[in-house]
């Protein structure tokens, strides 16, 4: 028997990882009474999966499922109807061999689909088995698997009101969800209270506050991704053809590190510094303020980035140097501030030496590392 104080670490944990990704026109949280919710899909009643690869001592389908979560979340208030719609894997996994994923079944697809046609709201869990990602796991194609892309086509065409849950040990490149899906939650492979956790932020008794701790591309020729990469030569976008993009694809990720929403909104003031130079034994003070504009309160993550214009060696277009997480609020406005000394501008210079080298650099704050308020400062050697 697991210690309770044990299982509820594991749920908090669980769902303070929770990324919600999209969620248009409100559908999330889902109200607590009203027609029937359909749940679907190949790993909405999957208990194994939610424990991942590395799972230590993990006992085999021992999770609380996404279905059974949506059950103990409602209650007698709403009922909750499932289909599977689509089977993941031909066969168990067998440690000495491949994942054998299924392509040809399609027919449990009608079924699900007449389902969805009558909820008032779908929830439908896709992503990955557990072990298809995870050590000797590498993938060439990191979309969904199998006959998913179908399944979820054929949902969104009969119920638009869908929520699509991804279940995945990596970043899955699925800009068709992105695009069609109206509401769309980042679940991971969360452990042994996943079910619970993501019901939590589902039903709206808890305001999912996490960020993406990577890119998602938008597809494998994208990779690698990321957003600490180094300056290209040849920035953009220009008039002309002699520039850093793809002819069939956007340059972007499908959505950017650090990136993640809430059942709130929060607006950002004014970045401001306390001087434009920063001395080799001195502190930089950077301030903003952040707003809950909405209706309920919320955790924001403001995260600061550094950008080094000039290095003897080259230096990425931003790096990550701090984040401060807040509550806010309904109308409420705080004043967060960070403290910048050379210690957070120094790297391994040409000289094989961890130091701060004097110049230019701009300081970026924001919600996420593709929405930034920026700000220039000098530092200076003496």
């Not at 889902?30 to 999957?46: C, Q």
């Not at 279940?167 to 068709?176: H, K, S, T």
């Not at 695009?179 to 209270?193: D, F, Y």
């Not at 094989?352 to 308020?373: I, N, Q, T």
Request: hydrophobic letters at 40%; glycine letters at 8%; aromatic letters at 8%.
């Amino acid at each position: 028997m697991l210690a309770q104080e044990h299982l509820d670490a594991s749920r908090d944990v669980a769902r303070k990882s929770i990324v919600l990704l999209k969620n248009e026109k409100n559908l999330l949280p889902l109200a607590p009474t009203g027609g029937f919710v359909a749940v679907i899909g190949p790993l909405a009643d999957d208990k194994d999966t939610p424990l991942g690869n590395w799972r230590g001592q993990a006992i085999e389908n021992s999770a609380v499922s996404l279905l059974q979560g949506l059950k103990d979340g409602f209650g007698e208030s709403r009922e909750v109807q499932y289909a599977k719609g689509c089977v993941l894997t031909d066969e168990p996994w067998n440690f000495m061999y491949e994942l054998s994923i299924n392509t040809t079944d399609r027919s449990m697809i009608s079924e699900a689909v007449e389902l969805a046609r009558k909820a008032s709201v779908v929830v439908l869990a896709v992503g990955e088995d557990s072990q298809q990602s995870g050590e000797a796991r590498s993938q060439a194609n990191i979309g969904l698997a199998g006959v998913q892309n179908e399944l979820v086509e054929a949902v969104l065409e009969a119920n638009p009101n869908t929520v699509v849950v991804l279940m995945n040990g990596r970043p899955l490149a699925v800009p068709q969800i992105a695009e069609n899906a109206p509401s769309i939650v980042e679940a991971w492979h969360l452990g042994s209270q996943a079910g619970h956790a993501i019901a939590d932020v589902l039903l709206g008794n808890y305001n999912p506050a996490g960020k993406l701790p990577v890119s998602f591309p938008r597809s494998a020729g994208q990779c690698p991704v990321y957003y600490n990469h180094k300056s290209s030569g040849r920035p953009g976008p220009q008039d002309n053809v002699f520039w850093v993009h793809y002819t069939d694809e956007d340059s972007r990720p499908l959505w950017p590190f650090g990136f993640g929403l809430s059942y709130t909104t929060f607006e950002y003031g004014p970045l401001s510094l306390n001087s434009d130079v920063l001395n080799a034994d001195g502190r930089l003070t950077a301030t903003g303020t952040v707003q809950n504009t909405g209706k309920r309160a919320g955790e924001e993550i403001v995260q600061l980035y550094i950008r080094d214009l000039v290095g003897s060696v080259t230096r990425p277009i931003k790096e990550l140097k701090g984040f401060q997480k807040i509550m806010l609020q309904p109308g409420e406005r705080q004043t967060v501030t960070f403290n910048i000394t050379p210690t957070d501008l120094a790297f391994y210079t040409r000289k094989g030496v961890w130091e701060a080298e004097p110049g230019e650099f701009h300081l970026m704050v924001g919600p996420h590392s593709e929405k930034l308020d920026h700000k220039a400062f000098k530092l200076v050697s003496e």
